[in-house]
């Protein structure tokens, strides 16, 4: 009876042969709903975890309770085949002859304490890592070390650019193994299951592709700004300008999230200022050495979260002329056309971007990913609507704040071109008297 039933186990479809069979580093297997993924990890990992002491790691972007975990597949598979070796506790699973145990974490929430002590692991399942933030992933790689150490990756792919994709499968080395399986690559497939794949692929081709054949969401229009875009604003040198100078400011909202400036006159974008952990206080200071160096015409900054404190010190020391306050949530200047202000601002940037003659970006892969990363969809009035930010940053693995930041010095248009009175009031010298005559008389204002 025993045997027969050991005998089940390793009978694994042959396409999760190698998962038992061959040494890789990564073992990455991705496909539609019911290709057996899970199924087959779970049974594999049993299996090799009898044979010899393993420290197993099952994993995920975040783990709110065991539940959320593979754990109860183990305990099922554990209870069908009877595998009386393993013990069961509340939160991890302990072979009492090998020594194997399985724990069950969420890597997003990990600290760092709680990573390195992933450092032993001998085998670590990632279990649908298409919501893998590239954070986490970049935190896990490294920590997954001891010699001979292993990564499992299952996911269902859900759009073109999942971090663990492009990390792994995208380009992937020979110490990577990569397998696409789908439901009809499922000996076990239960007939119930192709019933409801073949009901969905009659009603709804795009679902069934994305949803039993494994292919990622097509991205086709819904990208906001395109790479191209981005890339030839990247290879522009324009490097002056005599366009008023408008910067925008998006503040912190939360620890991990990073403050930054943009500055930005006209067609060239010169640079953005970056920080981190500030107060109130101390952004309010930058703001103002800013302010007083650069003399922007405008200072545009998002007052939705801790901005609005940063807003009001500002304020308060007379710069009312050149700040401005924006509620990225608040309705669009073209309440018609776009969802919100942050859509309206976003858009300009597209807009900005496609513009001719061409403008100018630093070159920085970090806004690169925020500014292409952005999806859009339309509201049910047809307006333009951007996606949600929560998604935007499980993608990204942080908010986009430079490109927030970028949006933000399009809140308005700067229809007037004169110098703003703050910078004249009785401090201007002769020299810049004579400085901006000579300029007039140059036509350039
Ligand atoms: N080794 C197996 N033995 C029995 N049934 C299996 C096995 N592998 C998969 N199945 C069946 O196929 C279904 C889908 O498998 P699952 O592992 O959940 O797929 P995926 O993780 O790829 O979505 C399961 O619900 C189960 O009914
Ligand atoms: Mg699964």
Known sequence: MKNKKEYHIVRIADIFAPLLTEKKRIKFYYGGRAGGKS?????????????????????????????????????????????????????????????????????????VQHIKSLEGVDIAWIEEAQTISKKSWEILEPTIRKDGSEIWISMNREQENDPIWI???????????????????????????KIQA?????????????????EPIRQGNTKLISSEL???????????????????????????????????????????????????????????????????????????????????????RGFNEIIRGVYFGEKAINENRYFNRRAEMWDNVQFW??????????????????????????????RLQLEEKDEVKKRLGRSPDKADALALTFAEPIYDMREPQIYRKGQITVEEIFNIQQNRGNNSW
């Open 198 to 214: 073949e009901k969905c692929r009659k009603i709804s081709p795009d679902d069934y592709e994305h949803i039993w054949l494994g």
């Open 353 to 382: 971007l496609s513009s001719s003659p061409q403008v100018q970006l630093p070159q920085d892969e970090r806004l690169f990913d925020e500014l292409t990363g952005i999806n859009k969809r339309y509201d049910r009035r047809g």
């Open 39 to 111: 199924y087959a990890f779970a049974d594999s990992l049993l299996l090799k975890g009898r044979q010899q002491k393993l420290l197993i790691a099952c994993l995920r972007e975040i783990q709110e309770s065991i539940k959320d975990s593979v754990y109860k597949l183990l305990c099922d598979r554990i209870s069908l085949y009877e595998l009386n070796d393993y013990k069961i506790f509340e939160n991890r699973i302990e072979n009492y002859i090998t020594g194997t145990k399985f724990i069950f974490k969420g890597i997003r929430d990990q600290d």
């Open 167 to 193: 990390a792994v499968a995208a380009h992937p080395d020979e110490r990577t193994l990569i397998r696409k399986v789908n439901y009809n690559n499922n000996p076990f497939c239960p007939e119930e299951i």
């Open 230 to 316: 981005v890339r030839k604003a990247f290879a522009n040198t324009i490097l002056s300008s005599h366009s008023p100078l408008v910067i925008g400011l998006d503040v912190a909202r939360f620890g991990d999230d990073s403050t930054v400036f943009c500055f930005r006159r006209g067609r060239w974008c010169s640079k953005f200022e970056v920080y981190n952990k500030l107060d109130n206080v101390e952004v309010a200071n930058i703001a103002t050495n800013y302010i007083q160096d650069n003399q922007p015409h405008r200072l545009f900054m998002d007052i939705g979260g801790q901005g609005a404190g940063v807003y009001d010190i500002l304020k308060d």
